[in-house]
Structures are given as C-alpha cells and as structure tokens.
C-alpha cells in the first residue's frame, strides 16, 4: 500500500515540473522577426559596429547588435552608441582585436577603439547557480558587487534590465530576436522590467533611477509591477557609490527630459536620496522658490540641449542650489554676528559638502559654482571699472543667466532691472556702456573702506659733534 502511494506522489510531482518546465520553455520562447518585418538597415549603423560584429562571425562566434542600439533603430531615431554582445570571452576579444582594451572589474567588458568612438563588447551573462560562486559576489542587501558569469544568448536575454532593451539584431540573417516581449512592450509604449522587480533592484538599485529615465525619455509607461517597488526600495540608493551616483544624475536631467525625469524621480521618491538637501525644501503644491528654480533652469536646461546647444553641469548645480545656499547664509549670518560676505562664503562650504556627500560633484564642477555664486554678490556693484571687469571673468555669463533667472522666479522689480540692465550692458558698444554708467550717478555707490595713513618712520637724528 506504501508502495503504490510513493508511486502516485512520485507522478503527480512528475507531471508538476513538467508542466513547470514547458511554462518556462514558453516564457523563453524566442521570437525571429524576419529582415522584411523591421525597419533596421545597416545603413543606419555605424561602420565600426558593423566591422566588429563581422570580424566575430568570421572568427566562428555568435554576434549581436543589443540593447539601445537597436533599441532606438526599431523606434526610427539615431542611436548614440552601439553595443555589441557575443559569445566570446574579453579575453578572446583581446586577441581578436589590437585596437581593444578590457575595462571594469564588476562588470567585465572590451572596449574596441575606433578613435574617437568606442564599440562596447559584452560577453553573455549568464545566471547565478549559488551565492558563493566566485565569479558572483553580492553584499548584504543583495546587491551584485561582482558579476562575471557568462552564459547563453538565451540567458543573457534573461539577465538585462528592461524587455525594450533586450532585443538582439543578427548582421548573419538580418534578424531581430526577441526573448522577453520586448518587441510588444516596445509598440505599446511600457517600460517592463525582466524578471521579479524587487530582485533585480535590490541587485542593482541604479536600475530605479534607469527605468524613470527612459520612461521619461521615450515617453513610455512604466508598468505597474515595474513600478511598484521603487518607492519602498528608493533609500537603497544610499549604498550606491557617490561618484556613480553624479554620472546617472548627469545623465538623468542632461538628456534633454530633465524636466520630466525630475516629476517622476519626486513621484517615485527617488529624488531625495540624490538631493536631500534640496528634497528637504519641497512644499506641498510645489510653489516654493526653490521648486520654481527646479523647474525652470530644468526646462532651460531641456531647450538648450533640443537646440544642439551646450550646457554647463555647474550652472545647473549653481542655480539648483542658490536658494539653500541663501538660506543657509543668511541664517549663518544672523546666528554669528559675522559679515554676510563672510557668512556666503560659509555656507558654500556646508551646502556643497553636503551635496557631495550623496554626489562626488567633482572640483572642477564645485569651484565654477562658487564663482557663479560670488558673482551675484557682485552684480550689484558696476560704479567705475567694476562693470567692465566683472564682464571679464571667465563665468560672467553663467552668472548673468542666474541672475535673469533669479528675476523670473522671484518676480521683483529691483532684480528685473539689475538684469535687464547687464543685458542691455553687455550689447552695447564702448560709448553706449560709458554713458550708462554715468547715468548710475543716483545709485548708491558701494562704501570704500577708508585706510588710516600710514606713519613715516622719524627721520634718525644728526649728530653733528663729530663735525665739531
């Protein structure tokens, strides 16, 4: 009787995982979308991505164009980059290629150098078989801290972040393969990520802050499974390195939908562990100064970028943080009793310190800051040559934009005709800028500091009794 129960387990556990098995055969069932079916040419791909991929196939290895590339090509807009995955380990890479340097230690990758442009290699990753596998390292929260397990197409399909990026093109047939649906989340619009969410966050919580930027980017939906956890998991950004954090936030308010990448980093609670001294600022209808900067120097900033024109990182920090950097000097100068000027300088150090402690703004960024700020404490002051050499320094101009947006956020008058004033300064001619810093004779002029005489040493007595 024993025996014959054993057995009746035995099937019905038999029959569980194949029926497991077949479901997981049909979620990794590929999807070839035929050369006539897509609109990838390779016209549109860059020759040196293309070289590579050949290079590989000639040399006996499976090749793909990945990720945004393809990506971006199956939307009909210009890539900016393009990456390559393969079959191939770095270290075969290196000998296949002169011109390829190996780069990364969490994550291994060769870069092929082609002057000025970089195609970037990756070999397939593969899955974790168990926590203590010495390719595979994670920290305490889960977190991948090393990750160099290669693997097959179909695992590496498994293994990248979001489904619209995990679409493979083939220079062999000139296919697209498809693993996750990325196809089909691609034409409805929704940003999906593979796998179980909070999984692969806790993995890499950088992947948060991606799935806000390329919805924002291509205007996409994220997914309400996708999106669930992120706001629970947003402080798992704080085990996140400084310095790399200051590269994703480059890239998510200097791609030219900062404005919307901001709306949804607030709505996903995602903001404050990149900014907190700013987060502490935000009201409830978002109508503070400090939220009107946000947004304006943001939708600026997206402009310019639209326009083809260039941006400087330090004078969107300079104008992101003006007015906790007010605050904190006025503040500074009442409780110390000590000269505002000194108290501005002051509160550069605590508000900068305290913004590099979540980002490694660099020194470079810090110190244009600083003068851009100090400026404004200037732009007040043109009696004289002041007016004159102030337009000569080097971050004027940088200044005079803060000081037009200082004007439009705060509505007043006083700032408006300072501001239109330099901007009328600026375009006139020699004779034009004489006379309106003439016509200056009723404004205040800055008191000079008035110097004490300086004593004339006594002239040393003669003493004539020598001569005698």
């Excluded at 990248?160 to 493979?168: F, Q």
């Excluded at 503070?288 to 004078?315: G, W, Y």
């Excluded at 490694?360 to 007016?387: C, E, N, Y």
Aim: glycine share 4%; net charge positive; aromatic share 8%.
């Amino acid at each position: 009787m024993f025996t014959r129960v054993a057995n009746f387990c035995r099937k019905v556990l038999s029959r569980e995982e194949t029926a497991l098995a077949e479901v997981e055969e049909d979620e990794l069932q590929m999807t070839v979308i035929p050369r006539e079916s897509h609109n990838i040419s390779r016209k549109d791909i860059s020759e040196n991505a293309l070289k590579v991929l050949y290079r590989l196939n000639k040399a006996g290895y499976e090749a793909y164009l990945v990720g945004g590339g393809v990506r971006d090509l199956l939307l009909g807009k210009a890539p900016k980059d393009f990456d390559v995955t393969t079959n191939a380990t770095p270290e075969q890479m290196r000998k296949l290629f002169r011109n390829c340097r190996l780069v990364g230690r969490r994550f291994r990758l060769a870069h092929v150098m082609f002057g000025p442009e970089v195609i970037e290699v990756a070999t397939f990753r593969g899955h974790h078989q168990a926590e203590e596998d010495s390719n595979a390292q994670r920290g305490q929260n889960g977190m991948l801290l090393r990750d160099n397990i290669f693997g097959t197409i179909e695992d590496d399909a498994q293994r990248r972040d979001l489904t619209i990026n995990s679409l493979y093109y083939s220079v062999a047939d000139f296919s697209v393969r498809d693993y996750v649906g990325g196809l089909q989340d691609l034409q409805q619009g929704i940003i999906r990520l593979i796998g179980d969410p909070e999984t692969r966050y806790r993995e890499d919580p950088v992947r948060m802050l991606r799935v806000v930027r390329f919805a924002a980017r291509l205007d996409m939906t994220i997914a309400e499974t996708t999106a669930e956890p992120i706001p629970r998991l947003a402080t798992l950004l704080n085990d996140i390195p400084p310095a790399r954090l200051f590269e994703e936030a480059l890239k998510l308010l200097q791609a030219g939908y900062g404005y919307k990448t901001y709306l949804l980093l607030r709505e996903y609670q995602l903001f404050q562990p990149l900014f907190p001294i700013l987060s502490r600022g935000f009201t409830e209808h978002s109508d503070s100064q400090m939220e009107q900067m946000l947004a304006q120097v943001l939708k600026n900033t997206d402009t310019r970028i639209h326009n083809q024109m260039r941006v400087n990182p330090a004078f969107l920090f300079a104008a992101m943080f003006w007015y906790p950097q007010l605050e904190n000097a006025q503040r500074i100068a009442q409780e110390s009793g000590l000269a505002y000027y000194d108290a501005f300088a002051l509160a550069m150090n605590d508000v900068l310190d305290e913004a590099c402690r979540s980002l490694a703004i660099p020194k470079r960024i810090t110190t244009l800051v600083r003068d851009i700020w100090q400026l404004q404490l200037r732009m007040s002051r043109r009696h004289g040559k002041r007016a004159i050499k102030l337009m000569e320094h080097p971050k004027f101009r940088a200044a005079y934009d803060l000081l037009a947006l200082r004007a439009e956020v705060e509505n007043n008058a006083e700032l408006q005709r300072l501001a239109n004033w330099w901007g009328e300064f600026q375009a006139a001619a020699p004779p034009q800028q004489n006379h309106m810093l003439k016509n200056l004779g009723d404004e205040p002029v800055a008191r000079r500091r008035q110097r004490r005489p300086r004593k004339r040493p006594a002239a040393p007595r003669r003493d004539n009794s020598s001569n005698a």
